[in-house]
Nanobody
Framework: QVQLVESGGGLVQPGGSLRLSCAASGSIGSIYTMGWYRQTPGTQRELVAVSTSGGNTAYADSVKGRFTISRDNAKNTVYLQMNSLKPEDTGVYFC????????WGQGTQVTVSS
């Protein structure tokens, strides 16, 4: 059974930082991409950042320069360092991993509010 376990969400003031982690376990096989998506009520899930097994990364325009995605391939773990957080970064953040199929974590809430 494949599991993606996320951690690191919470409540933070504007301008603050959070670090999300996502560890994949089980018979997931070779992972090609790992990334983070964000969803708010009434909206579709949107890509925040993605990392390929070759080390390439891509970011949503809204988070460029503030968020950094990193990955530990040996541990099947992906991280999202979020700095200079804004209220519009609020949402549920989902981890995604693509191998022989697409897998999703359960989501972790990030709330940016004073």
């Amino acid at each position: 059974q494949v599991q993606l376990v996320e951690s690191g969400g919470g409540l933070v003031q504007p301008g603050g930082s959070l670090r999300l982690s996502c560890a994949a376990s089980g018979s997931i096989g070779s992972i090609y991409t790992m990334g983070w998506y964000r969803q708010t009520p009434g909206t579709q899930r949107e890509l925040v950042a993605v990392s390929t097994s070759g080390g390439n990364t891509a970011y949503a325009d809204s988070v460029k320069g503030r968020f950094t995605i990193s990955r530990d391939n040996a541990k099947n773990t992906v991280y999202l360092q979020m700095n200079s957080l804004k209220p519009e970064d609020t949402g549920v953040y989902f981890c995604n991993a693509n191998s022989w199929r697409s897998f999703w974590g359960q989501g972790t809430q990030v709330t940016v509010s004073s």
